[in-house]
C-alpha cells in the first residue's frame, strides 16, 4: 500500500486532473483573446490602408474639380481677350500638384494590395475598380487642350 491511504491519492489526483483541466481552459482563454487581438490589428491595419487611399482620392479629386474650374474660366476669358501666361503657369503648376498626388495615390494603392497580401489575401481586383485612380494630366497651354 504505501505511505498514504489509497483514498487521500485518489483525492490528490482528482484535485491535479480538475487544475489540469482548469490550466487548459485559462491557456484556451488566453489563446483565444490574442488571436482576437491579432484579428483586430489586423483589422486596424487594413482600415488604416483604405483611408489612406481614400484621402489620397479625395486630395486628387479636389484638385481635378479646381484644375476643371480654372479651365473653364480661362476658355472663357479667351474668347473676349487675351489671358496673361500665369495664369497658364497657376495652372500648370496645379496640374503638377495633381500628377504628384496620383503618384501618392498610385503608390497608396500599392501599399493597400501589399497589405492585403500579407494577410492572405490574394485577389485585388476590387482594389483597382474601388479605388480608381484617374489619369495623369498634360500641361496645358494657350491652344492646347491636352488636359
Not at 491535479?16 to 483589422?43: D, G, N, V
Not at 474650374?69 to 480661362?74: G, L, N, Q
Not at 481677350?81 to 496645379?94: A, G, I, K, P, R
Not at 484617374?134 to 487642350?145: A, I, L, Q, V
Amino acid at each position: 500500500m504505501g505511505i498514504f491511504p489509497e483514498k487521500f491519492n485518489r483525492r490528490v489526483f482528482r484535485r491535479k486532473r480538475l487544475q489540469r483541466t482548469e490550466f487548459r481552459t485559462m491557456s484556451e482563454e488566453k489563446l483565444e483573446k490574442t488571436q482576437e487581438e491579432i484579428l483586430r490589428e489586423r483589422a486596424e491595419v487594413l482600415a488604416l490602408a483604405g483611408r489612406k487611399m481614400s484621402d489620397a482620392l479625395e486630395r486628387l479629386d479636389s484638385l481635378g474639380r479646381s484644375i476643371n474650374k480654372k479651365i473653364e474660366c480661362i476658355r472663357l476669358v479667351e474668347k473676349n481677350m487675351s489671358v496673361e501666361e500665369s495664369f497658364y503657369n497657376d495652372l500648370n503648376s496645379e496640374i503638377a500638384n495633381f500628377n504628384e498626388a496620383r503618384e501618392y495615390a498610385k503608390l497608396r494603392q500599392y501599399y493597400l494590395i501589399v497589405t492585403r497580401e500579407a494577410m492572405g489575401f490574394r485577389r485585388h481586383t476590387w482594389v483597382e475598380e474601388t479605388y480608381k485612380i484617374p489619369p495623369k494630366k498634360g500641361e496645358f497651354s494657350r491652344c492646347d487642350e491636352s488636359v
